[in-house]
């Protein structure tokens, strides 16, 4: 590989300007029917199970669809019932404060486990199985521990800040502080998934920008910023879109923790959806409620694709 | 992509047509069909076969009885049985026989047609089996009950004993009932023992079933919720005299009823009459601990429904069974027959042998019941087993699953201290007004 | 980070202040750094420590108030329970299959089409991009019974297939692959294709050797999902001998009781064979794309 190494100024494969215009048309067809035969193995799998269901979905949000009977058409009449809902504008709200906390936590950790762990270090290896922990062990399992470390009157977290004189809140039992211990577990346990992400990104850092950095005099912060970020920059946007949109479908740490309690301060808006779905029967109600939660989703990640593209250019 | 969108979107509409034209009245009924000879096979849902029994059981007593039928058991999940029976109906491979594991769903299966009606066989049982009534809906029957469940009160002997407290006489209110759980408690501390006067687990059934089914006039749909007060308050005052282990801790340490009255952690246990086979299991193997119980009627809202000359009020949902209206025309007879059976004496004796409560408490059943090994014969807890009033927990409502919803988060906020009982109240009002009027 | 490494003759070059700097701090340093992964590592281990400890109880001793750290009494016979009362070698079997599979189907599916999207201009290419992020957006439990119907339909609920179909085509190893294609210097394939590879050869010859790291991760990932994958199989899977483990340790919860012991002592077994696989699989992030000595 290290023989390959190309004179910038001379593009390849370019045809002279004249002949560019003739054959462009064809160019674009050619160009167009190999993208396709790469995408079409994994596109006739994902268009069949994924899309059409996808999309079937987005018709029943506008019917009355209880599953056995039929699906009666009644145009926007769900999107409309949804700005009276008050629980769904309580769920609406638990998730924003949840992917708003969220995000930026687990970003800035699983960043900072995986600038760690990307050493030459010995036991290294058993030091990123351990990170990753978390999220291979049972989520009933972290759910227990923790809601036992956190319980207000028996667990030791609130032991521990009593030596400090602070009177520790009732986390999970309270409406106030459950969903910053669901915050909690959740970075605990997704950090080390994200760490791994950014690994991957991190050996596509060359190692000769860092010595010419290093040469130059730049300090550990000026390399990490001038050096690490911008080349890790298509892994960070990779990890910030996902990360935005779990954490917008967050589900299952919240149904073994809380189960949406106390009351409903944290439930969430896929908890939402399966319980208008599952649970009360009304699965056309509960698709205009996925529908909703699609569109931000959507609207986010557009968003942070373009300010992407901004920062490509 | 450009052209293909409008395919795309023509093939999806094609399908959401098929889909809701044929939404779960497809008829083919996974594998079984009835053969030339006479001989047919039955599919029936049944959960958790490993460790629950019941299904096998009826079904062997069954076929002994019919060796032309056999019945082959589909096997779901016990906490997910309803989601995944959901998605076999609607795709049509569900079995021919499934079990109605309560009645929030029954409401569910039956309006959307996914139950044949079988008033026949429910006509045909004996007026004294429990819970018939329930699967009836504009005089039709839709399910047949094999099993009817009741809450009653256990409570441990030796600890009565320690604590030098009056044992349940059949008589208790829910004030005796909270006056005792604080005499025990201190009783025991005195004897230098950590055990509490009761356990109520963190389901909403432990305080709103009985409140529904014992107030005169209360009523699930009305959407006045008021009916829970005074449950809620005797039970907030038992969490803050350190009587019962707080709701927070029962969820933080996710405490189990079987470990905590089966380790003797508490005197009593508000609980339904599965437990009885799960605690004999349990002393028999060693998980629980060795000593004398006994189970008495659940205490009353007042002495008119309470002692051993009344009937008490109490409840649970009948567990029943129905059949798939996917199923082969030439199948229904046996199918209706298999029913018959299990809610009548045959499935009675051939439950209450493995220590499950039958829907049909004849006496006969009642002794193979209190033949099993390990369990107190006194006649309390006889009477307690057979005689009780049990009410519905879950109404056939369209609005029973949303309202629960309501209540199970009301549930949560008042014994977590996050709302007053009345702030509570008046939110749950609200917001079934909100959700549950349309 | 190489600096400890290099050898000692280049480091001539370098100031001295630099290498005054480095030399006295770098064990100090390192004796904390291994002081506080160790800590970390005792509290991130903490629920799966609770785990082992659990599954050598018996059943109501599992949860208590306090917490019983020490099981008294030990209860070894849980190990051998499970293999008798359950079909555990069954179920291993199944969700290695489905791991495997699916592990092996998404990466090279996800990793060829992610050359398309990454390498390859085409119209609507982008908005195409932007529909299979969109799916990723939507919660299955909303389609789910949608997409059971259909599946039904082609006969294939409750087979393993339904299981390989759902997850082997994802969006996710799509968009991680196209992102770290994206890292790949555009001039390694320019080169390829003066030396005449087609864009398939430049994809089996340059991209997927250059991209050992970002395979490594998404195989990992992709198989930890499988494996611990619980709503798909419980809505597909019907049989018991197709159950996967996670369908099976819920057999241990029956409709009013639960066998806590036993469920943690299933958690316990289905955790190490991924924790070999990751050890095993970690020691692949090392230089990819980095070390091919493109100039920049």
């Known amino acids: 590989m290290s023989t390959l190494v190309v004179d910038d100024d001379r593009r390849a494969g370019e045809p002279p300007a004249p002949l560019r215009r003739r054959r462009s048309l064809s160019l674009t067809l050619r160009s167009t029917l190999v993208g396709w035969s790469f995408i079409l193995p994994n596109f006739i799998g994902f268009a069949v199970l994924t899309l059409v269901p996808v999309v079937i979905l987005f018709y029943m949000s506008m019917t009355s669809w209880n599953v056995f009977g039929a699906a009666n058409w009644v145009g926007l009449d769900n999107f409309e019932r949804l700005l009276q809902d008050r629980s769904f504008h309580k769920a609406l709200t638990n998730t924003l404060y949840y992917a708003v906390v969220h995000i930026p936590l687990t970003l800035g950790a699983s960043l900072g486990l995986a600038l760690l762990l990307n050493r030459k270090l010995k036991g290294v290896a058993f030091f990123r199985t351990v990170a990753f922990f978390p999220y291979i062990t049972s989520v009933v399992a972290i759910a227990v521990v923790w809601n036992m470390l956190l319980s207000p009157d028996t667990g030791p977290v609130n032991q521990i800040l009593g030596w400090f004189g602070i009177d520790g809140p009732g986390w999970t039992t309270s409406s106030t502080w459950a969903m910053p211990a669901i915050i909690l577990v959740s970075v605990w346990r997704e950090m080390g998934y994200y760490m791994l992400l950014f690994l991957a990104g991190l050996q596509t850092v060359p190692t000769q920008l860092y010595e010419a950095a290093r040469l130059d005099g730049a300090s550990a912060w000026q390399r990490f910023t001038n050096v690490t970020l911008p080349c890790l920059r298509p892994t960070t946007f990779f990890v910030t879109v996902m990360l935005t949109i779990a954490s917008f479908k967050v589900l299952d740490l919240v149904l073994v923790m809380t189960n949406g309690g106390p009351g409903q301060s944290t439930l969430v808006l896929s908890q939402y959806i399966f319980n208008k779905g599952f649970v009360e029967n009304q699965f056309g109600y509960a698709s205009s409620v996925a529908v909703v939660l699609f569109l931000i989703c959507i609207a986010v990640t557009i968003f942070q694709f373009l300010v992407n593209k901004r920062r490509e250019s | 992509m450009k052209r293909r969108t409008p395919m795309v979107i023509a093939a999806t509409a094609a399908i959401a047509l098929t889909l809701t034209a044929c939404g779960g009245s497809d008829g083919d009924t996974a594998g079984s069909t009835s053969g030339g000879d006479g001989k047919v096979t039955l599919s029936l849902a049944g959960w958790s076969l490993a460790s629950t029994p019941e299904f096998k059981t009826i079904a062997d007593a069954f076929t002994a009885q019919?060796?032309?039928?056999?019945?082959?058991?589909?096997?779901?999940?016990?906490?997910?049985?309803?989601?995944?029976?959901?998605?076999?109906?609607?795709?049509?491979?569900?079995?021919?026989?499934?079990?109605?594991?309560?009645?929030?769903?029954?409401?569910?299966?039956?309006?959307?047609?996914?139950?044949?009606?079988?008033?026949d066989v429910t006509n045909a049982l004996d007026a004294a089996t429990g819970g018939k009534d329930a699967y009836t809906v504009d005089g039709k029957s839709y399910a047949v009950p094999y099993r009817q469940d009741s809450w009653v009160l256990y409570y441990n002997k030796d600890l009565f004993?320690?604590?030098?407290?009056?044992?349940?006489?059949?008589?208790?209110?829910?004030?005796?009932?909270?006056?005792?759980?604080?005499?025990?408690?201190?009783?025991?501390?005195?004897?230098?023992?950590?055990?509490?006067?009761?356990?109520?687990?963190s389901w909403q059934s432990t305080v709103q079933g009985f409140a529904l089914a014992q107030t005169a006039g209360a009523d699930l749909a009305s959407g006045d919720f008021s009916y829970l007060k005074p449950y809620y308050e005797r039970v907030l005052d038992l969490q803050d005299a350190g009587a019962q282990v707080p709701l927070g801790t029962v969820t933080t340490n996710s405490l189990t009823y079987q470990a905590q009255f089966g380790t003797q952690q508490a005197a009593m246990l508000p609980m339904g009459s599965w437990y009885i086979a799960t605690l004999l299991q349990q002393q028999a193997n060693g998980e629980a601990e060795d000593f004398e119980w006994g189970i008495a009627p659940a205490p009353q809202l007042d002495a008119s429904t309470a002692g051993t000359s009344a009937t008490p009020v109490t409840f649970a949902d009948p567990t029943g069974l129905g059949i798939n209206p996917g199923i082969d025309k030439g199948k229904v007879d046996a199918a209706k027959k298999f029913l018959a059976f299990a809610a009548g004496e045959g499935g009675a004796q051939a439950l209450a042998k493995i220590g499950i409560t039958p829907a049909l408490l004849s006496d006969a059943?009642?002794?193979?019941?209190?033949?099993?090994?390990?369990?107190?014969?006194?006649?309390?807890?006889?009477?307690?087993?057979?005689?009780?009033?049990?009410?519905?927990?879950?109404?056939?409502?369209?609005?029973?699953?949303?309202?629960?919803?309501?209540l199970n988060d009301f549930h949560t906020a008042v014994l977590s201290g996050s709302v007053s009982v009345d702030d509570g109240l008046a939110e749950a009002a609200a917001r079934a007004k909100s959700e549950a009027s349309f | 980070m190489a600096a400890t490494l290099t050898p000692p003759t280049p480091r001539i070059e370098e100031p001295p202040v630099a290498d005054r700097r480095r030399s006295p701090l770098a064990p100090v340093g390192r004796v904390l750094g291994y002081a506080v992964m160790i800590i970390a590592s005792a509290a991130i281990l903490l629920p799966f420590a609770w785990m082992i400890i659990s599954s050598l109880k018996s059943n109501n001793q599992v949860f208590t108030i306090p917490i019983q750290w020490i099981p008294d009494p030990f209860v070894w016979q849980n190990y051998l329970d499970i293999w008798q009362k359950s079909d555990m070698s069954t179920w291993l079997k199944n969700t290695l299959i489905l791991s495997v599979t699916v592990t092996f189907l998404q990466v090279l599916t996800g990793s060829f089409a992610a050359y398309g999207f990454s390498r390859i201009r085409f119209p609507g290419r982008d908005v195409l991009f932007l529909v299979y992020i969109g799916t990723i957006a939507v919660p299955w439990q909303a389609y789910m019974i949608p997409q059971f119907i259909m599946l039904s339909k082609m006969g294939l609920s409750n087979t393993l297939w339904a299981i390989i179909a759902l997850q082997a085509f994802g969006a996710f190893g799509v968009f991680l692959m196209k992102q770290y294609f994206e890292s790949v210097p555009e001039e390694l394939s320019e080169a390829a294709r003066i030396d005449g590879l087609s864009e398939y050869g430049i994809w089996r010859r340059i991209m997927m050797p250059l991209c050992v790291p970002a395979i490594a991760s998404l195989s990992l990932i992709t198989f930890v999902n499988t494996w611990n994958d619980y709503l798909g199989p419980l809505i597909y899977l019907r049989d018991r001998d197709l159950w996967t483990i996670q369908i099976g340790l819920k057999t241990f919860i029956s409709q009013y009781n639960a066998e806590h012991a036993l469920i943690m002592t299933g958690s316990v077994l289905s955790v190490l064979p991924i924790a070999v696989i990751f050890l095993l699989g970690q020691r692949y992030f090392v230089e990819g794309i980095a070390s091919t000595g493109v100039k920049g």
Do not use: C
């Not at chain 2, 059949?170 to 509490?196: F, H, I």
């Not at chain 2, 019941?369 to 309390?380: A, H």
């Not at chain 2, 807890?381 to 879950?394: G, L, V």
């Open chain 2, 66 to 119: 019919n060796p032309n039928v056999t019945v082959e058991l589909k096997e779901y999940d016990a906490t997910n049985y309803d989601t995944q029976m959901t998605a076999d109906l609607a795709a049509g491979t569900a079995p021919d026989i499934f079990v109605q594991k309560n009645l929030k769903m029954f409401y569910t299966y039956q309006s959307g047609q996914q139950l044949l009606d079988v008033s």
């Open chain 2, 365 to 406: 059943v009642t002794d193979t019941y209190f033949g099993l090994e390990g369990i107190p014969t006194d006649d309390l807890s006889k009477f307690a087993w057979q005689t009780h009033d049990t009410r519905p927990e879950n109404p056939v409502l369209p609005t029973t699953a949303i309202l629960q919803n309501i």
């Open chain 2, 161 to 201: 004993n320690k604590a030098g407290v009056a044992l349940p006489d059949g008589s208790w209110t829910w004030d005796d009932y909270a006056n005792a759980a604080k005499a025990v408690t201190t009783g025991l501390k005195g004897a230098g023992s950590k055990a509490l006067g009761t356990y109520q687990h």
